[in-house]
């Protein structure tokens, strides 16, 4: 199968790595330094929890042409680079297009494709459950081939799904099929946003979480808030027991993120600060939407706005 995989940053090269290792004809799209390294070295992995590092040769291409075919694409970057991509992905004459990471507005960039693509275009949603960061000219992973994704279209079921299947057949990467994507996609937000907002220093860098009390009991209850916020915009929490935990479970939830504040795998899940200030902006949009009060919200964002 011809697949293009359009970003090689840490979560396209391990997607990447994936589909080549399942058998596809994959491509990757990169630029600069990047391309450069994936040409003479292919995806170069290493796998932190399983002790090795893997290298697959991939085709490489800096850019996506109007007349370019290919069975899927994979767009993996962050949600801040969405909106540059879009007209180039509507231009193209390939139909089958899964926009994967973080995303407040999925809604909308469906439309967009729709309305402005010459061709029918078929739209899914995803989210590569994994994590990493990079390191000199490879990847640090701590997903690896045994990972997920969690997919699904806006408007019933992908209709593309019988190729997403051939794609991911030969292996142990499972794609997690859901009813509302977007529901997902919006609660994932609350935890990523909320974490986040106190991962960065004055240089936009991340730092070592400090850990203390006052600051995880702000970071549970934003995200309460924040589920109080969805909840107001008529969207569930999904999965469920996200919800539990943060609104039922606090002292059990203040104790993980007291180790996880301790750890540094923090910093191999840690977003970006423009994709944190994008969610942001857009968080807020929902919030002046709804009108709903988040006193523990707006201390975080004081704090992370000071830093722009």
């Known amino acids: 199968m011809k697949i293009l995989v359009y970003g090689a940053g840490v979560l396209g090269s391990q997607l990447a790595q994936v589909l080549v290792r399942g058998g596809n004809d994959v491509t990757i799209l990169a630029r600069g330094k990047r391309a450069e390294e994936l040409e003479k070295d292919g995806i170069v992995i290493r796998h932190v929890f399983q002790f090795k590092t893997t290298v697959d040769p991939v085709r490489v291409v800096r850019t996506l042409e109007a007349n370019d075919q290919y069975d899927l694409i994979f767009v993996v970057m962050k949600y801040n680079d969405f909106p540059s991509v879009l007209p180039i992905l509507a231009e193209n004459q390939s139909n089958n297009i899964v926009i994967v990471g973080n995303n407040a507005d999925a809604r909308s960039m469906q439309t967009y494709l729709e309305e402005h693509s010459p061709r029918e275009k078929q739209v899914a949603f995803g989210f590569h459950v994994s994590g990493g960061r990079r390191d000199k000219d490879r990847m640090l992973s701590i997903g690896g081939g045994s990972a997920q994704m969690v997919i699904g279209s806006l408007d019933g079921e992908i209709g593309f799904k019988p190729l997403l299947d051939q794609a991911f057949q030969r292996v142990k990467y499972k794609l997690n099929y859901l009813s509302d994507i977007d529901a997902w996609l919006k609660s994932h937000i609350i ?42 915009m008529g969207i569930s929490v999904i999965p469920e027991i996200q919800g539990r935990l943060i609104r039922k479970h606090k002292r059990m939830l203040y104790l993980l993120l007291k180790i996880y504040s301790l750890l540094p795998m923090h910093k191999l899940l840690a977003g970006v600060f423009g994709e944190i200030e994008a969610l942001s902006d857009a968080f807020t949009n929902w919030k002046k939407t709804t009108g709903t009060p988040t006193p523990h919200w707006d201390v975080l964002k004081r704090d992370f706005t000071r830093l722009k």
């Open 191 to 232: 935890p990523i946003l909320m974490l986040n907002a106190v991962s960065f220093n004055e240089q936009y860098e991340l730092k070592k979480l400090d850990g203390n009390k006052r600051q995880l009991v702000h970071m549970i209850e934003a995200m309460d808030e924040g589920i109080s916020v969805l909840e107001a």
